[in-house]
């Protein structure tokens, strides 16, 4: 449960921000509206997170996942330049998303390992 949460607020986070491109320097009253409830709900699921998921992973996890997600709504929304290293960057926070999860989940094993052994 505590991924999809933190899915969710990594939409949100996303959302907010492209609805802060949209606000014009919050000169435009929906979109800024929109930035302050998404980045609430951002925030508010973020803390629900941390109560379960190792701080480093889940901000590695949200704040790479977001960086991604929002360069690819700049090209494809904005017309923003998708070059070979843009991808390549996208590529690299990706692999960096997962070598994070997968240690993580390594250490949570190793962990569950000397605890049996205890027993």
Do not use: R
Not at 78 to 90: H, Q
Not at 108 to 118: F, N, P
């Amino acid at each position: 449960m505590p991924y999809v949460l933190l899915c969710i607020s990594i939409v949100s986070e996303v959302f907010g921000t492209t609805m802060m491109k949209l606000s014009e320097g919050f000169t435009v009253l929906a979109p800024s509206i929109g930035v302050i409830v998404a980045y609430v709900v951002s925030f508010s699921l973020f803390v629900i997170v941390l109560k379960t998921v190792p701080l480093g992973l889940a901000y590695g996890i949200w704040g790479g996942a977001g960086t991604v997600l929002t360069t690819v709504i700049g090209c494809v929304v904005w017309g923003e330049p998708f070059s070979l290293y843009t991808g390549l960057g996208i590529a690299l926070v990706v692999m960096g998303i997962y070598l994070m999860n997968a240690s993580s989940q390594q250490e949570s094993e190793g962990q569950k390992v000397e605890a049996d052994k205890a027993v």
